[in-house]
């Protein structure tokens, strides 16, 4: 099983038309401890939004990574 992270516009569209990291985890804490360590620059990087994937099952979607 593999964790990764799907980039999305603030509309849920997928950020696919820009250099981003493509990282792949061999756990969930790994994949959400490395987005915590990395959210700013990705929302710097046009991201707002993100999924968290096992394989292909969405383990939950839309989280925002602007502060509230």
Same mark, same amino acid.
């Not at 915590?36 to 383990?59: A, F, N, Q």
């Not at 979607?61 to 602007?66: F, V």
């Given at each position: 099983m593999?964790? +990764?992270w799907r980039y999305e516009n603030a509309?849920?569209?997928e950020v696919s038309d820009r $250099?981003? $990291?493509r990282e792949v985890f061999s756990s969930q804490a790994d994949a959400e401890s490395w987005l915590g360590e990395t959210w700013r620059?990705?929302?710097e990087s046009g991201v707002e939004k993100v999924t968290l994937l096992e394989d292909d099952r969405v383990e939950y979607a839309g989280m925002s990574l +602007? $502060?509230?």
């Amino acid at each position: 099983m593999t964790w +990764r992270w799907r980039y999305e516009n603030a509309n849920g569209g997928e950020v696919s038309d820009r $250099p981003l $990291p493509r990282e792949v985890f061999s756990s969930q804490a790994d994949a959400e401890s490395w987005l915590g360590e990395t959210w700013r620059d990705l929302l710097e990087s046009g991201v707002e939004k993100v999924t968290l994937l096992e394989d292909d099952r969405v383990e939950y979607a839309g989280m925002s990574l +602007r $502060p509230e």
